[in-house]
């Protein structure tokens, strides 16, 4: 299984990302998926997951601002993010799980700063 994750980057606060993770090796659609995060020296955190049923999940920090999605045809998750702030930097991770099989992607960076 591969996950890999792309459209980190530099942002300024009030600003937009587009994260993508790109699936292979998986029978993507009977996943659930989700996005984590981590800043260093802390756990790793939920930010938002979509189930294979296509039910949703958003950590209350992300709540309003963040929107997961997948699409099943393309095996690709995405994580579109509005209204960035500071405390979203952090590294940014896909993760893809079900009946006891757990994947991450390798993570990729994003840094809101002026």
């Known amino acids: 299984v591969q996950l890999q994750a792309s459209g980190g980057g530099l942002v300024q606060p009030g600003g937009s990302l587009r994260l993508s993770c790109r699936a292979s090796?998986?029978?993507?659609?009977?996943?659930?998926m989700g996005w984590y995060r981590q800043v260093p020296g802390k756990q790793r955190e939920l930010v938002a997951i979509?189930?294979?049923?296509?039910?949703?999940k958003y950590a209350d920090s992300v709540e309003d601002r963040f929107t997961i999605s997948r699409d099943n045809a393309r095996n690709t998750l995405t994580l579109q993010m509005d209204g960035l702030k500071p405390e979203d930097t952090a590294v940014y991770y896909c993760?893809?799980?079900?009946?006891?099989?757990?994947?991450w992607g390798q993570g990729t960076l994003v840094t809101v700063s002026s």
């Open positions: 993760r893809a799980w079900r009946y006891g099989v757990d994947d």
């Open positions: 090796g998986v029978l993507f659609s009977n996943k659930h």
């Open positions: 979509v189930e294979s049923s296509g039910s949703t």
